[in-house]
């Protein structure tokens, strides 16, 4: 009998252990489902459905190099995945663990109507391999990453199989055109094609070019204004690529990589916790934060749209906000300073933020977006403080963000270094640029007095 196998964040044929396992049964069919439902609220996002639309479309391909094909339906995983075994013949399903809790909860429902055998390898390590000493779960991330460097490294990757075994008859297929993940008018992602190639090889090209670069990561990683990361997120986000193979070959070359391998363990880290805590994208890890007075959006809607559109008169912050547009990413030490702008300066609650985020990210993850997010608030279990309030225009001169202000936001483009960071400050705002829409001072004291109101 043939066996299914269920693709969902795992869009790869190489170290991937459900495909690897279904192999070695028979016949092989690879399914991915389509399912709105099961996530409510958190749906794909458009950023990740352009995302989507061209990993399948370079899943697809692969699998027909190999003599196979991508089966896609619409729907309840579980109905769609068990519809398939009927037609088929099949009753066992392969695929790899997923931690979301929408992810969760279909397992559980495919489980009671199919076979169904899980694999690791969507993380370095599955989620409860390191305990605390007490046997919890940690929720702490320094001592949490000690302990996985421990485990480290991961088993070495495998290969893509050359052939995969097609079943005698294929079930019927969605068209993927069908499903309209791309933007139509208008076509905001006209721009993402320029800087992005999802799908298995354009993921194993970002590692390879990555490595050349890893030595200088230290230093650049924190400069907006070079390509001093991987940009790896949408690639693992997807599953187009394993941890442990961009582990194995980012340790390979001769840098030292440990702080690039933290940050790795920073995605495992946010993992474990939305495991823990499956509500994390939605309520405040800690429940002190329930009490904060955050603004109203009905009062501050219109800095929410500044926010959104990069219009706050903040160039660090704008410059931010406009790449994310543009591209559907943000350098990490920019989200830091949008995210604390909204949260603080603007008052306007994490979830406002992470919802757009989650809509305009092409690396929209439920656990790196909710854990970063409520870090950034203070609100997470392991948090900065939300009284650790980040000035954006002295981050903005200390990461030297001049030529990133240059790109993003052009009406500034003539500024000198100098002046570029608060063009206000030197007289030098252009009329085409908007002033500040709140003081720095103004903001901070703001935030200082809504912490203040909170019950202790
Ligand atoms: P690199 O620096 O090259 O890091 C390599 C990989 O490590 C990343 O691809 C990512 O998978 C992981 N990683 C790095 N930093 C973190 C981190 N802080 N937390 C968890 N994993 C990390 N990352 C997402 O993947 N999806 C999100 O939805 C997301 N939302 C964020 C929201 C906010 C407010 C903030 C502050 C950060 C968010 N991040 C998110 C984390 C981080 O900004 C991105 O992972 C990083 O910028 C991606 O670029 P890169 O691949 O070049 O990173």
Request: aromatic letters at 10%; hydrophobic letters at 40%.
């Amino acid at each position: 009998d043939p066996v299914l196998l269920w693709f969902r964040q795992d869009l790869r044929l190489s170290d991937q252990a459900a495909l690897a396992a279904a192999i070695s049964e028979g016949p092989v069919i690879p399914v991915y489902v389509l399912d709105d439902e099961a996530p409510r609220h958190w749906a794909m996002g458009g950023a990740s459905r352009w995302w989507l639309h061209h990993s399948l479309k370079a899943l697809d391909d692969s699998l027909r190099a190999r003599g196979s094909r991508l089966i896609l339906r619409r729907g309840k995983s579980a109905d769609m995945l068990a519809e398939i075994a009927k037609a088929t013949g099949a009753s066992r399903v392969h695929g790899l663990h997923h931690y979301e809790p929408w992810w969760r909860n279909a397992e559980k429902s495919v489980a009671r109507l199919l076979d169904l055998q899980l694999h690791d390898g969507g993380l370095l390590l599955p989620p409860g391999a390191v305990r605390t000493g007490t046997g919890g779960m940690y929720r702490i991330y320094t001592p949490f990453s000690r302990a996985v460097m421990d485990h480290m490294p991961p088993a070495p990757p495998h290969p893509a199989p050359h052939a995969i075994d097609a079943p005698a008859r294929w079930p019927d297929s969605d068209a993927l055109d069908d499903w309209r993940l791309l933007p139509t008018r208008p076509d905001w992602a006209k721009g993402f094609a320029k800087d992005w190639t999802p799908g298995e090889a354009g993921a194993r090209r970002n590692v390879a070019a990555f490595i050349d670069d890893a030595g200088d990561y230290p230093v650049a990683r924190n400069l907006p204004s070079i390509e001093g990361t991987s940009r790896l997120s949408p690639h693992l986000h997807f599953g187009e690529v394993s941890p442990a193979y961009v582990w194995h070959r980012v340790t390979s070359s001769s840098h030292d990589a440990t702080i690039f391998l933290k940050e790795l363990i920073w995605r495992d880290y946010a993992h474990v916790q939305i495991c823990e805590l499956p509500t994390y994208g939605s309520a405040n890890a800690r429940d002190s934060f329930d009490a904060l007075p955050w603004r109203d959006l009905r009062e501050a809607g219109a800095d929410f749209t500044a926010w959104k559109t990069g219009t706050t008169g903040y160039p660090i912050v704008d410059a931010g906000m406009r790449q994310l547009w543009a591209t559907g990413w943000m350098h990490n030490r920019v989200r830091m300073i949008a995210a604390s702008f909204l949260i603080k300066h603007l008052l306007i609650d994490w979830r406002h933020g992470a919802r757009w985020f989650w809509d305009t990210l092409v690396d929209a993850s439920y656990a790196n977006n909710s854990v970063n997010w409520q870090w950034v608030a203070g609100s997470g279990v392991d948090a900065n403080l939300f009284t650790r309030i980040m000035a954006p225009l002295s981050q903005s001169e200390k990461f030297d963000a001049a030529d990133y202000i240059r790109q993003w936001v052009p009406e500034l483009a003539g500024l000198s270094d100098a002046a570029i960071h608060d063009p206000d400050a030197h007289d030098a705002r252009p009329n085409s640029y908007p002033a500040k829409i709140i003081g720095h001072r103004e903001g901070r004291e703001r935030a200082l007095n809504a912490y203040r109101q909170m019950k202790p």
